[in-house]
């Protein structure tokens, strides 16, 4: 398979950019993948570079967007942190890969079991991380349930799960609130800004299509 052009890329919908990312990762899921020449797609893409979308995931290592959404060189923009958050340096990459580069789809991808989202439970604090974890903590608060304090730790799996999947909405609200240019890119239907958690177990990715 042949890296993407300018004419290829210009091709793509954001809906369409939705849709290769799903039929991606079904092809993960079912051990499909395309045929790729890696090295030839590096010199396909020596002079420049036409991705169809951003993706904002975890840096946990079984959550490589390339690979679970069998996806070559060229063919998105990878951001990842712990905790799959925004700060000011993420909106202005995102802004770039939209606006200058040309994708036209934004991905929030959490995840299940999430450690960084297990540590925001459980207010662990060590060296710089627990700032990073702050930037979660807001995600623990705004699950309600379970009320119970004693539930409401790394201990208890579909609370971390909660948790995580609330932690990709609030960031996609973070984008739209603190970036002008995607939010108005968005409105003009140039790109969609959507979330989706992968499942660990399965391989599988859920879209959460507003």
């Known amino acids: 398979m042949k890296a993407h052009t300018k004419v290829t890329q210009a091709a793509i919908t954001p809906q369409l950019a939705l849709q290769l990312l799903k ?79 040309g994708t036209k789809l934004v991905l929030v991808l959490g995840h299940t079991s999430c450690g960084a989202v297990k540590g925001a439970c459980d207010d662990a ?22 009320a119970d304090q004693a539930l409401r730790n790394s201990k208890n799996i579909d609370f971390v799960n909660e948790v995580a999947v609330k932690n990709v909405h609030m960031t996609i609200e973070a984008i739209r609130a603190q970036s002008e240019v995607l939010k108005q890119m968005e409105d003009d239907k140039e790109i969609l800004i959507l979330g989706g958690m992968y499942h660990i177990d399965s391989g599988k990715v859920t879209f959460f299509e507003e």
């Open 23 to 101: 039929d991606g990762n079904e092809r993960f899921v079912n051990s499909n993948q395309v045929g790729r020449d890696l090295l030839d797609q590096v010199k396909d893409t020596q002079s420049g570079q036409y991705p169809f979308a951003t993706i904002l995931s975890c840096i946990d290592s079984r959550v490589s967007s390339e690979l679970i959404f069998d996806q070559g060189i060229g063919d998105i923009f990878s951001a990842r942190v712990a905790g799959n958050f925004v700060n000011e340096d993420i909106l202005g990459s995102m802004e770039f890969a939209c606006k200058l580069a």
């Open 125 to 146: 604090k060590m060296g710089n991380l627990t700032a990073l974890l702050s930037k979660i903590k807001p995600a623990v608060n705004a699950v309600a349930e379970p």
